[in-house]
């Protein structure tokens, strides 16, 4: 072999055995960002590796509060004499922890979330005069007191991720329409389209109410679905948000695809076409199925709740279903009349 050649193939040689010893870019998550309140040296949540691999050294390098500690196993708790107080008035804490050489920041929430099982689909809109899936529709859900605000999520052509239940916006279609063009529509009530990074900005400033994001299936492709989500968690990341969101989506596949990309991330099944056993096997941890599905198999809540899966019911508006679902154990009950189920449950209290 020439000399020449022979210096080409031993170089070729030595950058395949480099590429294949590159071990793969790991990421970090936390399986819980909630803050127990009134508990001292409470749990918060074990940071936890996208990647199978074991973390091996973990440290905290930065906690503005100075409240917070971290094992070596990557669980972070309140220090020892620290309790969150109800009536602090802070409810959010930036860390910056260190997991094998990466950096990763986090942004930790007080727990006061609400657990009257009320969704407000699509915001509270119907009764306020206020555009679907509008900022103030979500703002109104927040003033209402509704345990999640439902909203849904669309890429535009650019790779805007924009909010709205239906697939066309002022008559655009919203998959192959720029930001810029779907900005220039007026909503009902003068609403403008909000992107995803307006909506989780707006849903930070409170911690009562969680953002339940609904991954819409494309008109295109199940990889522009799948592409969305991609979007979708990396925005969620990108603005310190897993504390307040959970998704929610009728593409299986894109459920599937958000955990390989957050495992710690909260996701309930639309469709009502899988078993609680299937869903559950596939890490999907809820089922969010309409009321069809809970009425045909009255044993589908005790199901689920056996295997660990929460249960939502959509979309019941009727006082006698909401009775009905009230009674049945169901976690949660996503309404256009949130402000009719909240009263039902407060004279239920009385």
Not at 12 to 20: E, G, I, Q, Y
Not at 179 to 188: G, I
Not at 207 to 217: D, G, M
């Amino acid at each position: 072999m020439k000399r020449i050649e022979l210096f080409c193939f031993l170089m070729l040689t030595l950058l395949s055995a480099n590429t294949k010893a590159e071990s793969p870019v790991k990421r970090y998550n936390l399986d819980s960002y909630r803050i127990p309140i009134n508990e001292k040296g409470a749990f918060v949540g074990r940071l936890i590796s996208q990647t199978p691999n074991k973390i091996y050294e973990v440290k905290l390098l930065q906690d503005t509060a100075n409240i917070f500690y971290i094992n070596k196993k990557g669980v972070i708790r309140l220090k020892k004499n620290v309790a969150i107080k109800e009536s602090s008035p802070v409810f959010r804490y930036a860390i910056k922890v260190e997991a094998d050489g990466s950096t990763v920041e986090f942004e930790l929430v007080k727990d006061e979330f609400i657990k009257n099982k009320v969704v407000a689909h699509r915001g509270a809109w119907k009764n306020t005069k206020v555009a679907q899936n509008s900022i103030r529709s979500l703002e109104n859900a927040f003033k209402l007191g509704c345990a999640g605000s439902e909203f849904d999520v669309w890429l535009s052509s650019d790779n805007v991720a924009v909010i709205s239940h239906d697939s066309k916006i002022g008559g655009l279609s919203i998959e192959n329409s720029t930001y810029q063009e779907l900005s220039k529509v007026v909503l009902p009530a003068g609403d403008k389209v909000p992107t995803l990074k307006e909506y989780l900005a707006e849903g930070k400033t409170q911690n009562k109410t969680a953002l339940i994001l609904e991954i819409k299936s494309s008109g295109i492709s199940n990889e522009r679905t799948l592409e969305l989500t991609d979007s979708i968690i990396s925005i969620v990341h990108q603005m310190k948000a897993q504390g307040w969101v959970e998704y929610i989506s009728f593409s299986y596949d894109a459920l599937k695809h958000g955990y390989n990309l957050d495992p710690s991330a909260k996701t309930a099944y639309l469709s009502g076409d899988k078993s609680v056993n299937e869903v559950k096997s596939d890490n999907i941890t809820g089922i969010d199925y309409s009321f069809y599905s809970y009425r045909s198999d009255p044993e589908l809540v005790h199901s689920a709740h056996k295997l660990g899966l929460t249960t939502n019911v959509w979309t019941v508006n009727d006082k006698d279903d909401f009775k009905n679902y009230l009674e049945s154990g169901v976690d949660y009950i996503t309404t256009d009349e949130p402000e009719l189920l909240l009263q039902m449950i407060k004279n239920r209290g009385k």
